[in-house]
Structure formats: structure tokens, C-alpha cells
């Protein structure tokens, strides 16, 4: 199986869930689609320890921190889903997307479309803030509306446990892990949330 991480929003935290969930699972991990530097390939490669784990290149790399079809339209490219193929590897793949899972690749196709494509599994990364529990219902309805499978959701930042829990009662949804407001992003770090995210994650 391989695991497609979106977000409710652009900055929800999908890299560090991304490289967290390398870690856990000893998975590659593949970005289809990256505007603008630094390369979040590169991110999660300061971020891991597993020297087993392949980081693979984008398909689309795109200069512009936009959205993609924006940044593409700037450079004319046209991303086309059928230019698209995972990865050659024997081993589970993370699929990181751009953005929010409603964010445009080209005028038909949005990001979420990839995890169709490749019959990912969804992890849905939700930081929390003041509309957030809006944002992620709203989202979880539009990945069920397309009968996606999803595998569940991870909350990013500081706790808020009302949030939370109105959250995973409407969105019907089990919390694979809760990732606290660190003051520093590093290996020690996602190796322990990675051990921690094994306990549930079979569950």
C-alpha cells in the first residue's frame, strides 16, 4: 500500500507528517509536484535517519511558490495527469502533495487526483486553528465524496482537544498521531514520533 499525504491547508505540516511516516514505515517518498524552493525532498531528507530510504524527484519541478497550474502557466508547462507514473521501487511510497487536496494542477485536475491515480491510501495532516475544524470537515467530505480510502488524520501544533474531538466525531475519522508545537524540527524528533505513530498505526 502506498500513503498519499494531504493537508487542510498549504503550511498544515505534510513534509515533517511525510518524513515521520518514512521513518515509521522505512518507506521512499516521492513529491509529484513541487513550486518553489527549498525542495521538500530536501527537507525530509535532513530528516530522517533510515540511510535505506530513497527520495525519489519531483515529476513537475516548478520555480514559482504558487499554485501549480499558476506556476506552470508563468513557465509554460502544462501538467498532464497522464505524464505522471510512481516511481520504480519495491518498497512502500509516501506521496507528499502540493498544498491543500483542492489545489489545481491544470484546469481539470486537482492535486487530491493523484491519490486516485496511484489508489493511495489518504493521511490527512490538520493544523489547528481558528477555523480549522470547518476546513477539515470540509475536506474529509470531498475525499469520502470521492470514495477515497483514507487511512486517518494527524493533527499538527498545539493541542486543542475540543477542536479535536468534534473533529474525529463528525469526520468519523480515528487520530493516527498528535504532533505537539516543537521548538525544533529534528532527526530525535521524528524518530520519536515516528515510534509513537507505530503504536497506532496498525491498529
Known amino acids: 500500500m502506498n500513503y498519499f499525504v494531504t493537508g487542510i491547508d498549504t503550511d498544515s505540516g ?5 518524513a515521520i511516516l518514512c521513518e515509521a514505515l522505512k518507506a521512499d517518498y516521492w513529491k509529484p509536484v513541487q513550486a518553489g524552493l527549498p525542495l521538500d ?16 524527484n519531483e515529476q513537475y519541478f ?14 509554460d508547462i502544462k501538467i498532464e495527469m497522464d505524464c505522471f507514473s510512481l516511481p520504480v ?6 506521496i507528499e502533495g ?3 487536496c483542492l489545489v489545481p494542477l491544470n484546469n481539470e485536475n486537482f492535486v487530491i487526483d493523484l ?9 490527512l495532516v490538520a493544523d489547528l486553528y481558528l477555523g480549522s475544524i470547518n476546513h477539515t470537515l470540509l475536506t474529509l467530505s470531498e475525499l469520502k465524496r470521492r470514495n477515497l480510502p483514507i487511512k486517518g488524520l494527524i493533527f499538527n501544533g498545539e493541542r486543542n482537544p475540543q477542536s479535536e474531538e468534534i ?9 493516527l498521531l498528535r504532533i505537539e508545537k516543537e521548538k525544533e524540527i529534528t532527526k530525535e524528533v521524528v524518530r ?12
Open 115 to 123: 491519490a486516485s491515480r496511484f489508489n493511495a491510501e489518504v493521511v
Open 14 to 18: 505534510k513534509t515533517l507528517v511525510s
Open 62 to 75: 516548478l520555480k514559482l511558490p504558487a499554485s501549480p497550474h499558476a506556476a506552470a502557466k508563468l513557465e
Open 89 to 94: 521501487s519495491d518498497k512502500t511510497l509516501v
Open 167 to 175: 473533529i474525529l466525531h463528525h469526520g468519523g475519522m480515528r487520530c
Open 41 to 56: 525532498r530536501d527537507t525530509v531528507a535532513g530528516l530522517i535517519s533510515d540511510p535505506s530510504i530513497v527520495l525519489h
Open 192 to 203: 520519536r514520533y515516528a515510534e509513537l505513530l507505530l503504536t497506532t498505526w496498525y491498529g
Open 98 to 100: 502540493a498544498g491543500g
